[in-house]
Structures are given as C-alpha cells and as structure tokens.
Nanobody
Framework: QMQVEESGGGLVQAGYSLRLACRASGRTFSSYAMGWFRQAPGKDREFVAAILYNGGNTVYADSVRGRFTLSRENDYNTVYLQMNSLKPEDTAVYYC???????????????????WGRGTQVTVSS
C-alpha cells in the first residue's frame, strides 16, 4: 500500500520562504501526476501546483505562480514545493497527493488523485 507523507511546514513571517517535501513509499506503479493542495480553515481544499511525471511539466495556481516552484528527485518518489515570498493568505494545511496509474486526469482537481498525505501546517504571520 502506497503511503504519502509531507514535511517542512512551519511558522514564518511574510516575505520569507519554506520548502515542503512530499515522499511516497511502497509504490509499485507509475503515476501520471503529483499535486499539492491546501486548505485554510473554513475553506475548501484548493489546488496549488502539480507536476506531470512524463516530461516533468508543471502547473501552478494563479495565486502562487511566480512564487512557488515544484521540483522532484530522480526516483520520482520525492517532490519539493519551494515557497518564496510567502503571504499571510498562504496560511493553510498543505497536502500532497499522487495519482495511481497513467490515466490522464485533471491535475487541478482532487478526484484526479488517489493517495493523499495527512498534510503539513504552514502559517505565515504578517
């Protein structure tokens, strides 16, 4: 059974940076994509960024484009989200997720993913 775990969250001041990591273990299949989502208190879970494993193309939400950057390890099991110029509105629990198999999915939507981590808290103070 595949497991997904996020790390790297914390409390920072606005303008500072954090790097989140997402590690998958127990995976025996390829994935079409890996995504990051976030959920603030009282709000729906929203898309942040995703990377496609074939070709490494990345997709970003408008709210983070230019500030956040995805990268991955060559083993395809570890993905990083570098978050720069953080804003208070970036405060949320950040979740990473992997899709199962190579079927094409909408990487900006939660149903496209099959395996989720438990999340890591990111708090940005003003």
């Amino acid at each position: 059974q595949m497991q997904v775990e996020e790390s790297g969250g914390g409390l920072v001041q606005a303008g500072y940076s954090l790097r989140l990591a997402c590690r998958a273990s127990g995976r025996t299949f390829s994935s079409y994509a890996m995504g990051w989502f976030r959920q603030a208190p009282g709000k729906d879970r929203e898309f942040v960024a995703a990377i496609l494993y074939n070709g490494g193309n990345t997709v970003y939400a408008d709210s983070v484009r230019g500030r956040f950057t995805l990268s991955r390890e060559n083993d395809y099991n570890t993905v990083y989200l570098q978050m720069n110029s953080l804003k208070p509105e970036d405060t949320a629990v950040y979740y990473c997720a992997f899709s199962a198999g190579l079927r094409i999915v909408d990487v900006t939507q939660t149903p496209g993913y099959d395996y989720w981590g438990r999340g890591t808290q990111v708090t940005v103070s003003s």
